[in-house]
């Protein structure tokens, strides 16, 4: 079955830390892999997304991604945190068929503590 | 250049009535999806249109949902009779090579 795996709901770091959020994920053809965030009361934003070509992958806002195939993992990181990064993210996969439908994780939500 | 844009940003109703849910894609994305975040669970695709043609509605739940696309520009999304379960976040996304998907900021219904 096809799946995202984001295994940790709730993630507190304390502001200026590092940041390491975890996505795997379960899909029979060539994955596109894709993070998006939801500040509170805003949509989803694209924050980096991986095609093909260098597995780590840099997005907006400082936040870079790497793409693992033999662990099928997609992990988002970021070296230092702002308390504006509090925020829940969204590990997604898709393919390059025509309109493939995206599969996203449960999310994990961030907390940034001061 | 604008982004997806949704409307209304909340809508309350009660149960057995109609709500609509409108979609405005990203000027010259030929592909437009909905998806829908009930609470506590993951975000899950309704629908996918390219231009006004139905590509793939395998996510829509039941036969009170109907969605449209008129002339390939806005799309709708109807709850005809809306369940207490239908209540969530619904997220419209439009695309324009089939691979970048762009999210609106959602219509958050509650059905009471």
């Known amino acids: 079955a096809q799946s995202v795996t984001q295994p940790d709901i709730h993630i507190t770091v304390s502001e200026g830390a590092s940041l390491e959020l975890r996505c795997n994920y379960s899909?029979?053809?060539?994955?596109?892999l894709f993070w998006y965030v939801q500040s509170p009361g805003q949509g989803l934003q694209l924050l980096l997304k991986?095609?093909?070509?260098?597995?780590l992958v840099q997005g907006i806002k400082g936040f870079e991604a790497e793409f693992k195939r033999s662990q099928s993992s997609f992990n988002l990181r970021k070296p230092s945190v702002h308390w504006s990064d509090a925020a829940e993210y969204f590990c997604?996969?898709?393919?390059?068929?025509?309109?493939?439908?995206?599969?996203f994780g449960k999310g994990t939500t961030l907390s940034v503590s001061s | 250049e604008a982004g997806v844009t949704q409307f209304p940003s909340h809508s309350v109703i009660e149960k057995g009535q109609t709500v609509t849910l409108r979609c405005d894609p990203i000027?010259?994305?030929?592909?437009l999806y909905w998806y829908r975040r009930v609470m506590g669970k993951e975000i899950k695709f309704l629908l996918h249109?390219?231009?006004?043609?139905?590509?793939?509605e395998s996510g829509m739940p039941n036969n009170r949902f109907l969605a449209e696309r008129t002339g390939g520009t806005y799309s709708t999304l109807k709850v005809q009779p809306a369940e207490l379960e239908d209540s969530g976040v619904y997220f419209c996304?439009?695309?324009?090579?089939?691979?970048?998907?762009?999210f609106g900021p959602g219509t958050r219904l509650l059905v009471l």
């Open positions: 997604a996969v898709g393919s390059n068929q025509a309109g493939t439908a995206l599969i």
């Open positions: 996304a439009s695309s324009q090579a089939l691979r970048t998907q762009y």
């Open positions: 000027s010259g994305h030929d592909n």
């Open positions: 899909y029979g053809a060539t994955p596109y």
């Open positions: 991986y095609f093909s070509g260098d597995t």
């Open positions: 249109f390219v231009k006004e043609s139905k590509q793939d």
